[in-house]
C-alpha cells in the first residue's frame, strides 16, 4: 500500500457538504483505506491572471485526507474525477474557477511524476497555505515533499494570512 495525500476544496453548491461527502467516498474507493483527514480551511480564490474582469467567486473551503491504496497514480487519478464529475464537476478550459468540488493528488508516497494528466506531487502545492496546514495536521513536520523539501520548512516560508480553520 502507497501512503497518499489528497486535497479536496469546494466553492459551489454547499461546499462544506461537498468535501464531507467526498471524504466518505474516499473511504469507499477500491483497494484503499482512508486513514484520517484534516479539519476544514476557507480562503479566498487564488488570482487568475487569464480571467481578469470576470466576477469574484466564492472563497474555498479546502481540506486534505490521507489514504493508503493500492491503485497506481493514474487509477486513483480516474477515481477521484469520478467523485468530482458525480458532485457535478464539469471540466473546460478555465483553471481556477468556481467548481462543486475539487480532488487533487498531492503526494503519492515519494513518487514524482510528469505526464500530460498528472503532476506529482501536485504542482504548486509547496507554496499554498490551504494544502499545507491542512497537511501537517496529517504528517510529520519531517514529512518530504519531493523536490521541495520537508513540510516544516515549507510551513516557515508559507505565511498562514488569509487562512482560517472552521472550527464549527
Known sequence: MITTYIGLGANLDDPRA????????????????????????????????????????PDYFNAVSRLETRLRPHALLDALQAIEQAHGRRRDARRWG????????????????????????????AQRHFVLYPL????????????????????????????EKITS
Request: proline letters at 10%; one cysteine or more.
Open 18 to 57: 461537498q468535501i464531507m461527502r467526498a471524504i466518505e467516498e474516499l473511504a469507499a474507493l477500491p483497494d484503499s483505506r482512508l486513514l484520517a483527514s484534516s479539519g476544514l480551511y476557507r480562503s479566498a480564490p487564488l488570482p487568475c491572471p487569464e480571467q481578469a474582469g470576470e466576477p469574484d467567486q
Open 98 to 125: 468556481p467548481r462543486p468540488l475539487d480532488l487533487d493528488i498531492l503526494l503519492y508516497g515519494n513518487q514524482q511524476l510528469e505526464d500530460e494528466r498528472l503532476r506529482l506531487p501536485h504542482v504548486g502545492m
Open 136 to 163: 501537517r495536521e496529517l504528517a510529520p513536520g519531517s514529512l518530504e515533499i519531493p523536490g521541495h523539501g520537508s513540510l516544516a520548512d515549507l510551513l516557515e516560508k508559507c505565511s498562514q494570512d488569509g487562512l
